[in-house]
């Protein structure tokens, strides 16, 4: 069964029977059928005037390198941030260790024994390059006087 839309003049004459009966609880209903639609259009109204992004402008930093860079230093830096990353991964890993052993939960130890053995050879290595590092630094400060 197809409806057909009432014609303009059926609902006019609908509407003007609605307003002519004047029953409390139709013009409570009509009110809040209108109060209703109109609240949420009114909280879209204000939520596109609210700005929750702070206007202050966002930098970004970006690391600046010269040309003449060579695949060495390159490699270093690269180095020099996987063992940063590394070792806040230890650090992170501790810290959830810990409170596994305190509330007496149970974890893969071989796993844990495992990473720590690399984060303790990450930590090796990192001492070696900074202590090449600094004796290289060393020696350009004694070439420079």
Do not use: C
């Not at 060495?72 to 940063?84: G, H, N, S, T």
């Amino acid at each position: 069964m197809v409806m057909i839309p009432p014609k303009p003049g059926t609902i006019w004459k609908d509407f003007k029977s609605f307003l002519g009966r004047g029953e409390r609880h139709n013009w409570i209903a009509l009110m809040l059928a209108m109060a209703i639609p109109a609240g949420i259009i009114y909280v879209f109204i204000l939520d596109g005037r609210t700005n929750i992004f702070d206007d202050t402008p966002v930098v970004i930093y970006a690391e600046s390198w010269s040309v003449t860079r060579s695949d060495e230093d390159i490699q270093a830096r690269q180095r020099e941030l996987l063992m940063a990353e590394n070792e806040r991964r230890a650090i992170l890993r501790e810290r959830f260790q810990s409170l596994a052993d305190g509330l007496g939960v149970e974890y893969d130890e071989e796993a844990a024994a495992e990473a720590q053995r690399i984060t303790e050879e990450n930590r090796r290595l990192m001492a070696e390059i900074e202590a090449r590092e600094g004796g290289a630094a060393g020696e350009a400060i004694a070439e420079q006087r």
